[in-house]
T-cell receptor, first 114, second 109 residues
Framework: NAGVTQTPKFQVLKTGQSMTLQCAQD?????MSWYRQDPGMGLRLIHY???????DQGEVPNGYNVSRSTTEDFPLRLLSAAPSQTSVYFC?????????????FGEGSWLTVV | GQQVMQIPQYQHVQEGEDFTTYCNSS?????IQWYKQRPGGHPVFLIQ?????EVKKQKRLTFQFGEAKKNSSLHITATQTTDVGTYFC?????????FGTGTSLTVIP
C-alpha cells in the first residue's frame, strides 16, 4: 500500500516555465489537497478536491491550476513559475472532507524557481 | 476568518528537558489533530482530540484539548534526540482543517 505518492521529489525551474507536480493515492480517498510549506508560515492550502471532477481554491491558489479526472490522481500545475513559488509542496488525502479524518501526506516536492 | 496560532515557533532544549507547544484558535473547534514532521520529511498524524477537556497520552507525549475547545497543547516529558522535528496542530471546523504554523523542536544532546 503506497499511500500518497508525489513526483518529482526535486525540481529546478526557470522563471516563466511551466510544470506539473503529480500526485496519486491508492486509498480510494475522496478528498485530496495540495499545500505549500514555507519557513515560518506552516502549511497553506493551495487547492483541494472533494471528488473526481470537483475542485476548489484554498488559501493561496494564484499561479496554480488543478484537475481531478480520477479519484486517484490530483496533479498541480504551475502555469508560469515565479521565484515566489519556490517552496516545498505536499499533496495530501483523506477519506472525505470531514474534519475528523486523518490527513495522509505525500513525501513532498522541493521546487526551486530561479 | 478562522485562525489557528501556534507558539513558540522555535524551541531548543537540552536532552532530558521537557517541551510544550501551544495551539490557540480564534473560534471553537470541532476537533484538534497533531502532526509531527521530521527534518526533510512530511507531516505524519500523531493523534486526534475531540472532547472538551480531553487528555490523551502516547508514551512521553501528553496531548490536551481545552475545555472551551479553542486551545490545545502537546507536552513531551524528558525529550530525546528522536523527538526532533516540527509539531503541527490542525484545528477542524466546518469540514476544514486549519493548520498552526508549527513549532520546530531542536534537542541538544
Amino acid at each position: 500500500n503506497a499511500g500518497v505518492t508525489q513526483t518529482p521529489k526535486f525540481q529546478v525551474l526557470k522563471t516563466g516555465q511551466s510544470m506539473t507536480l503529480q500526485c496519486a493515492q491508492d486509498m480510494n480517498h475522496e478528498y485530496m489537497s495540495w499545500y505549500r510549506q514555507d519557513p515560518g508560515m506552516g502549511l497553506r492550502l493551495i487547492h483541494y478536491s472533494v471528488g473526481a471532477g470537483i475542485t476548489d481554491q484554498g488559501e493561496v491558489p494564484n499561479g496554480y491550476n488543478v484537475s481531478r479526472s480520477t479519484t486517484e490522481d490530483f496533479p498541480l500545475r504551475l502555469l508560469s513559475a515565479a521565484p515566489s513559488q519556490t517552496s516545498v509542496y505536499f499533496c495530501a488525502s483523506s477519506r472525505n472532507r470531514g474534519e475528523r479524518n486523518t490527513i495522509y501526506f505525500g513525501e513532498g516536492s522541493w521546487l526551486t524557481v530561479v | 476568518g478562522q485562525q489557528v496560532m501556534q507558539i513558540p515557533q522555535y524551541q531548543h532544549v537540552q536532552e532530558g528537558e521537557d517541551f510544550t507547544t501551544y495551539c490557540n484558535s480564534s473560534t471553537t473547534l470541532s476537533n484538534i489533530q497533531w502532526y509531527k514532521q521530521r527534518p526533510g520529511g512530511h507531516p505524519v498524524f500523531l493523534i486526534q482530540l475531540v472532547k472538551s477537556g480531553e487528555v490523551k497520552k502516547q508514551k512521553r507525549l501528553t496531548f490536551q484539548f481545552g475545555e472551551a475547545k479553542k486551545n490545545s497543547s502537546l507536552h513531551i516529558t524528558a525529550t530525546q534526540t528522536t523527538d526532533v522535528g516540527t509539531y503541527f496542530c490542525a484545528g477542524g471546523a466546518g469540514n476544514q482543517f486549519y493548520f498552526g504554523t508549527g513549532t520546530s523542536l531542536t534537542v541538544i544532546p
